[in-house]
């Protein structure tokens, strides 16, 4: 049996806004969605609202062509930086292959243990991003610890 066009938009609208909704939260993303239900009634999502949507990204003096071409510089540079981010995750995995080298030949048993004099200048930034990430982490990890201390400690003895 098929069921009503309008009925059918009915029961998945709610599914699409929740969606939107889900997506704007979750990335703190700007989202619009406009469906129009089989009787050309326009039901509307926006997050923060579709008009701030539409009118920071369609702006009202522009033409369908001018915003259509909008659109595709924006596909254009989505792919350029999409290009730019793969080569920047090859230039980390370069780099982390360089410094297991560099702990193999050190015979190291830590990546963090590597004379940075083995290492290239292209590695250094890398390698100094890598230090201060296991910093933090260690870091967060001592905090953590030590509110669990506190969380066991009798509350006169803090």
Known sequence: MVKEPRESFRKRRPTLFAAARNIAEMFDAHVA????????????????TADSVLRTYLPADQTAAEAAARVARMRRELEETKVL??????????????????????????????????????????????????????????????????????????
């Open 33 to 48: 969605v406009i469906a129009f239900s089989p009787t050309s009634e326009a039901h509307a999502f926006g997050a923060p």
């Open 85 to 158: 981010v793969a080569a920047e995750w090859g230039r980390v995995a370069d780099t982390c292959e360089e410094i297991r080298e560099a702990q193999a030949a050190a015979k190291k048993d830590n990546w963090w243990e590597v004379d940075v004099q083995a290492l290239g200048e292209e590695e250094l930034p890398v390698f100094t991003k890598a230090l201060e990430m296991l910093k933090t982490d260690v870091q967060k990890l001592l905090d953590a610890m030590a509110s669990d201390r506190a969380s066991l400690q009798p509350r006169g003895k803090q």
